[in-house]
């Protein structure tokens, strides 16, 4: 059992930077792939970014150098760091966590616990 919470979402201008936590409780915090996605209106829910409990990170093309993760096991919370954020990354930003195949840490499909989502909007 896990429960996530996010914060950390707001406006922000193009260019600009958010950081979004994501508080985990629950048992084995750190054996799990955690993970952030996105979804904005009419679209369906995108992926963003994994972290691995043994594999590393995974990051979508299109935040691939803006954004990056980081889980601080000890204090059982991740932290998504957006930086040069553009009007396209608005949505809202959901994290999750699962024990997904280390090929498939993508595939919202795969994770079994989410939080209740940050609105983050970004505006030109």
């Known amino acids: 059992q896990v429960q996530l919470v996010e914060s950390g979402g707001g406006l922000v201008q193009a260019g600009g930077s958010l950081r979004l936590s994501c508080a985990a409780s629950?048992?084995?915090?750190?054996?799990?792939?955690m993970g952030w996605f996105r979804q904005a209106p009419g679209k369906e829910r995108e992926f963003v970014v994994a972290i691995t409990w043994s594999r590393g990170s995974y990051y979508a093309d299109s935040v691939k150098g803006r954004f990056t993760i980081s889980r601080d096991n000890a204090k059982n919370t991740m932290y998504l760091q957006m930086n040069s954020l553009k009007p396209e990354d608005t949505a809202v930003y959901y994290c999750a966590a699962g024990r997904p195949d280390w090929t498939k840490v993508s595939d919202r499909h795969q994770y079994d616990y989410w939080g209740q989502g940050t609105q983050v909007t970004v505006s030109s």
């Open positions: 629950g048992r084995t915090f750190s054996s799990y792939t």
